[in-house]
């Protein structure tokens, strides 16, 4: 069975310091990675996703990801954190060559001080 | 892009009550429909998965009783929380794929919020 790690439950970063939020993965073949944003209250919006190719994705607002096969890692990194981008981000496993249900880790809230 | 609706954002009901939610695809057809349920500060739990005129599939210990799922057009799915208690208190997120959607991108829709008195 799938199943995704995110080992921080809460960061906090000052705004304009760069960021990285940890995301492991369980998946017996290729998976596909995604990253979401969801603010309070809010549904989920999809910031960037991974299914082959290049291992370095970039995605909407200046985030990207970069996928690790040998570490089982899909890493969430911003150079320069705005505060608006105070949020709670999810990792999720798909299984590959479809959008099927997706399975969740448990999400990082993300902090920022001005 | 792709948008997805929910409605109502958010419902408070009695003990006992049904309440039914709804989830659009405004603007693609939604071939599949996945329904999940999050916690306060938990992350999503997949409920069930819902194909345009099919019976929806649910998730193990989802009671599909008290759950039901209705997907009866490419735009439409609704959820009905059946007899609702306020352990079934949650925030309630649909989320859509298909054609002219994005290949393997599920769209989310902005969740609703249900609370039982």
């Known amino acids: 069975a799938q199943s995704v790690t995110q080992p921080d439950i809460h960061i906090t970063v000052s705004e304009g310091a760069s960021l990285e939020l940890r995301c492991n993965y369980s998946y017996g073949a290729t998976p596909y990675l995604f990253w979401y944003v969801q603010s309070p209250g809010q549904g989920l919006q999809l910031l960037l996703k991974?299914?082959?190719?290049?291992?370095l994705v970039q995605g909407i607002k200046g985030f990207e990801a970069e996928f690790k096969r040998s570490q089982s890692s899909f890493n969430l990194r911003k150079p320069s954190v705005h505060w608006s981008d105070a949020a709670e981000y999810f990792c999720a496993v798909g299984a590959s060559g479809t959008a099927s249900k997706l399975t969740f880790g448990t999400g990082t809230r993300l902090q920022v001080t001005l | 892009g792709a948008v997805v609706s929910q409605h109502p954002s958010w419902v408070i009901c009695k003990s006992g009550t049904s309440v039914k939610i709804e989830c659009r695809s405004l603007?693609?057809?939604?071939?599949?429909m996945f329904w999940y349920r999050q916690f306060p500060k938990q992350s999503l739990m997949l409920m069930a998965t819902s194909n345009e005129g099919s019976k929806a599939t649910y998730e193990q210990g989802v009671e599909k009783d008290k759950f039901l799922i209705n997907h009866a057009s490419l735009t439409l799915s609704t959820l009905t929380v059946t007899s609702a208690h306020p352990e079934d208190s949650s925030f309630y997120i649909c989320s859509a794929s298909g054609p002219g959607a994005g290949a393997n991108v599920l769209t989310f829709g902005a969740g609703s919020r249900l609370t039982v008195l």
């Open positions: 603007d693609f057809q939604a071939t599949t």
């Open positions: 991974y299914f082959s190719g290049d291992t």
